[in-house]
């Protein structure tokens, strides 16, 4: 029935008060496209983010990370940055940025950013200087050293270098046309065209993110979330692969549980794509990242603030990600696998427990995820008939989820999420339950993915959706600046006219909503007995209260994955409890017991438990817990 118990990684050291804070912390992530307008102008912005910290504060978590806000051309929703050490206008100057840093860090909370350094924009000055340099003398020849261009293959190099594909779709190569109008060599683009990937072996790459790291450490930002930092170096001589590895299924849980036949050929879908070992991604999960991560973790050491290194690092098996936390290298990795797992028992148990043991060898905490900017809301997956599949998307004639049953699911997801000793990420939404925009026209997507796969996959924009803030307000008040916006539209003032007398209603959000967000703004969540919201705030409050993140994790006598019950105990205060550092009191034990029926039937739950909270109003009946539910016991 259970595994055994398992020790929490690293127990001593984490209960010592010098823990550095991203040990435990609960990370909250902001799309800041999606999250707040402050302007008006349908596009969030970072004073909406400053505006809307008070919320945060309310919610209680430890810290913010903000998807990239940097200049881009937003052709990847800014995963295309063109400058690294300035704010795009459409979310303001570099002195929000600035202001934002200062006003987290007055209402107690961290913020990490993101970094992107596998590729630039193609409107990177460096990319614009490499396509118009000529490659045939020396000073051409270093500018493009910076990106990966390499000759054509076939007759006059007509052909890509390789047969790599894009993880966006189609090929993962683009040809040039030389200043003299003669067709020039490729480039290598991972991702969209519009995102050339930079060459690693390039010492000026690896002195220029140095110095951006230092850039905004400088400013004060608490970390930084690494995109795709399985990916920078290349495996040499850039060999074929067989596949189309997605961004995703990658780190199919489990992997050698499934078929490692069931890949793709190259140019097919992704949707069984686990990785093969037997072939390694020849530009994924090189060896050569990790000496450029102790290279960033020596640049954080020069800091006195503790700031983390997050990696984004879509590998498998598990033992292949903490290596990436590695004593000397980044502090925390996503859990995908966890992430992935899907609303299954004996999947999640699996994970957990791998989790715990992997984390456990190198020393370092354990970081939870449900969701993100990248993946359909889990609130939305596990209403799916199979609560395991996560597809790239959901489009109108596509599989609509339950929705009554992903959002019961969801929350006892959460359950499990932040009783789980570690880091915690929350996606903005999660904390309303929001679900998956499943319906988006398809006129309006912008994820480059939909147009790559030519529709084949629906992308990201449903997981991207503008949050609603207000229920009765347009937009449903989207556009927190405007607080008049429940007003008719007025005609915007004459020019030479005194503007600020005429006020401008705010333009829609940049994606609309579903009719279904106005049941889940946050004005109807907040301070009101029983929201998803409330759920969270209350699960934070105890997590913090007991401590559950520098816990000590074991499989309790009730786990039954095979029965669909999941149970783990965290117990803090030390094993027989311990003792105040400061005062020598003796810290009596505490101990919380998080289920989760994920089964069909109703289960008995333990008696010797004082305290409890339920996933929601109708989880326990008669004295059993239900299924699609989740409590927390707590012992004192
Ligand atoms: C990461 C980001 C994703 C982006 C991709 C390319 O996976 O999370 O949104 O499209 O990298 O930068």
Not at 269 to 288: C, K, L
Request: net charge negative; with cysteine.
């Amino acid at each position: 029935m259970t595994t055994g118990p398992l020790s929490t990684p690293p127990s001593e050291a984490r209960n010592h008060p010098v823990n550095p804070w991203w040990v435990d912390a609960v990370i909250y992530q902001v799309y800041p496209r999606s999250f707040a307008d402050a302007d008006g102008d349908g596009m969030g912005d970072l004073a909406g983010v400053i505006a809307q910290l008070p919320y945060l504060e309310e919610l209680g978590v430890d810290a913010i990370w903000l998807s990239p806000f940097y200049v881009s051309p937003q052709r990847d929703g800014g995963y295309d940055v063109a400058d690294y050490r300035d704010v795009d206008p459409l979310f303001g100057r570099l002195e929000d940025a600035e202001r934002l840093l200062d006003a987290a860090h007055e209402a107690g909370l961290r913020v990490v950013v993101d970094l992107v350094p596998n590729h630039t924009s193609s409107d990177h000055p460096w990319f614009v200087e490499a396509v118009s340099a000529d490659p045939d003398t020396e000073s051409g020849r270093a500018v493009r050293d910076r990106y990966m261009f390499r000759p054509g293959t076939g007759e006059d190099g007509a052909e890509p270098p390789n047969n790599w594909q894009s993880t966006f779709g189609g090929p993962a190569w683009t040809r040039i046309t030389n200043p003299d109008g003669t067709p020039g060599d490729w480039y290598l683009h991972l991702f969209d065209s519009s995102q050339p990937d930079l060459n690693w072996e390039s010492t000026e790459v690896r002195h220029e993110f140095e110095d951006i790291l230092r850039f905004w450490l400088d400013r004060g930002v608490d970390g930084f979330r690494v995109d795709v930092a399985h990916g920078l170096v290349k495996a040499e001589g850039l060999p074929d692969h067989h596949a189309r590895p997605g961004m995703v299924t990658d780190a199919a849980p489990l992997a050698a549980a499934v078929d490692p036949d069931a890949g793709e050929d190259v140019a097919g879908h992704r949707e069984a794509n686990p990785q093969d070992h037997a072939h390694p991604v020849p530009y994924h999960d090189q060896e050569g990242v990790h000496e450029i991560y102790r290279s960033w973790n020596a640049v954080l050491a020069e800091y006195d603030h503790d700031p983390v290194l997050v990696a984004e690092a879509w590998v498998s098996p598990l033992e292949r990600l903490f290596r990436y936390v590695r004593p000397g290298e980044m502090h925390q990795a996503f859990n995908f696998t966890f992430l992935l797992a899907g609303w299954d028992a004996v999947r999640m148990s699996d994970a957990i427990t791998v989790s715990v043991q992997e984390a456990e060898k190198v020393g370092a905490p354990n970081t939870w995820v449900l969701s993100n900017h990248d993946t359909v809301r889990h609130a939305s997956r596990f209403g799916l008939a199979d609560p395991t599949r996560y597809p790239n998307g959901l489009g109108a004639e596509d599989e609509q989820p339950d929705e009554a049953l992903g959002w019961k699911r969801g929350r006892a997801a959460a359950m499990i999420e932040l009783g789980l000793p570690g880091s915690a990420y929350i996606y903005q939404g999660d904390e309303l339950g929001l679900p998956e925009h499943t319906t988006l026209d398809d006129s309006l997507r912008q994820d480059p993915t939909f147009v790559r796969t030519e529709g084949a996959e629906k992308g990201r924009d449903g997981c991207r959706i503008p949050l609603p803030w207000r229920a009765d307000a347009p937009g449903f008040g989207f556009a927190v600046g405007h607080h008049a916006d429940t007003r008719p539209p007025v005609t915007p003032a004459t020019p030479g006219h005194d503007a600020g007398a005429a006020p401008v209603a705010p333009a829609a959000p940049w994606l609309p909503q579903p009719e279904s967000y106005g049941t889940y703004a946050a004005d109807r969540q907040v301070d009101v007995a029983g929201s998803t919201f409330e759920l969270y705030r209350q699960l934070l409050g105890i997590r913090g209260e007991l401590d559950l993140g520098t816990g000590t994790f074991a499989w309790s006598r009730f786990h039954s994955p095979e029965l669909g019950v999941l149970a783990f105990t965290v117990a803090t205060g030390g094993g027989q409890g311990g003792y105040d550092l400061d005062s020598g009191d003796h810290i009596p034990e505490k101990v919380a017991l998080v289920m989760a029926n994920m089964g069909q039937a109703a289960v008995e739950v333990p008696e010797e438990y004082a305290a409890a909270i339920f996933s929601h109003d109708e989880a326990m009946q008669d004295g059993q817990l239900m299924p699609d539910s989740a409590a927390w016991f707590l012992r004192r």
